[in-house]
T-cell receptor, first 112, second 112 residues
Framework: GENVEQHPSTLSVQEGDSAVIKCTYS??????FPWYKQELGKRPQLIID?????GEKKDQRIAVTLNKTAKHFSLHITETQPEDSAVYFC???????????FGTGTSLTVIP | GAVVSQHPSRVICKSGTSVKIECRSL??????MFWYRQFPKQSLMLMAT?????????EQGVEKDKFLINHASLTLSTLTVTSAHPEDSSFYIC????????FGPGTRLLVL
C-alpha cells in the first residue's frame, strides 16, 4: 500500500519568513496530492492540491510543487502570518477507491 | 467547498456500551464516505471506506465487527462502535468525496 512520509514534524518560523514542508510517497500510481490544515480540535481543511499532470500550483501565499520522478511534493508558505500556525498534513491518493493516505503532520508555529 | 456534518460532537459512554456516530453530507451527494481515527497530536488513520448501498471496505487491522459502518443513503453514513472499551477513546472524523475529500468536524469519544 501507499506510504507517505512528512518532514519536519515541527517547524517554527518568524512572521514574514517562508515555511517549507516536504512529503514523499511510495506508490507510483498515486496521482493526486492534497494538503490540509488542521487547527486544534477542528476539522482538516483543504488548502491546496495538485494532480500529477502538473509540476507546480500556486494560490496567493501558498504553493505546492511535485516531482513525480523522485516521488516527492512540497508545500511552500510565503510571508507567514501568526494565523498560519496549525498542523499541516499532506496526503496521496491513487484515484482507485479515492482513499487518501496521510503523512504524519507538521506542527507549524509562526512567531510574531 | 462541500459541507459535511457529524453528530454528536462529543460523547462519553460506559465501557461495554455501543455508540453511533452520524456523518452527513449537507449540500452534495456522497456515494463514498471515509472514516478516520485520530489520536492526540497524530495523523489521520483511515479506518474504512463507506460506499452507498454496499458493504464498507475496511483497512487492515480494523475490526469490522467492532466498527460497524452503514451507508444507507447518499447523504448519510453511520459508524457504530460496538462494546466500546477505553482504548476506543479517540477522535473520529468522517469525510465525503466530492472531487476531493471534505471533512466533518469530528466526534470526540471518551469511554470510561
Amino acid at each position: 500500500g501507499e506510504n507517505v512520509e512528512q518532514h519536519p514534524s515541527t517547524l517554527s518560523v518568524q512572521e514574514g519568513d517562508s515555511a517549507v514542508i516536504k512529503c514523499t510517497y511510495s506508490d507510483s500510481a498515486s496521482n493526486y496530492f492534497p494538503w490540509y490544515k488542521q487547527e486544534l480540535g477542528k476539522r482538516p481543511q483543504l488548502i491546496i492540491d495538485i494532480r500529477s499532470n502538473v509540476g507546480e500550483k500556486k494560490d496567493q501565499r501558498i504553493a505546492v510543487t511535485l516531482n513525480k520522478t523522485a516521488k516527492h511534493f512540497s508545500l511552500h508558505i510565503t510571508e507567514t502570518q501568526p494565523e498560519d500556525s496549525a498542523v499541516y498534513f499532506c496526503a496521496a491518493s491513487s484515484g482507485t477507491g479515492n482513499q487518501f493516505y496521510f503523512g504524519t503532520g507538521t506542527s507549524l508555529t509562526v512567531i510574531p | 467547498g462541500a459541507v459535511v456534518s457529524q453528530h454528536p460532537s462529543r460523547v462519553i459512554c460506559k465501557s461495554g456500551t455501543s455508540v453511533k456516530i452520524e456523518c452527513r453530507s449537507l449540500d452534495f451527494q456522497a456515494t463514498t464516505m471515509f472514516w478516520y481515527r485520530q489520536f492526540p497530536k497524530q495523523s489521520l488513520m483511515l479506518m474504512a471506506t463507506s460506499n452507498e448501498g454496499s458493504k464498507a471496505t475496511y483497512e487492515q487491522g480494523v475490526e469490522k465487527d467492532k466498527f460497524l459502518i452503514n451507508h444507507a443513503s447518499l447523504t448519510l453514513s453511520t459508524l457504530t462502535v460496538t462494546s466500546a472499551h477505553p482504548e476506543d477513546s479517540s477522535f473520529y472524523i468522517c469525510s465525503g468525496l466530492a472531487g476531493t475529500q471534505y471533512f466533518g468536524p469530528g466526534t470526540r469519544l471518551l469511554v470510561l
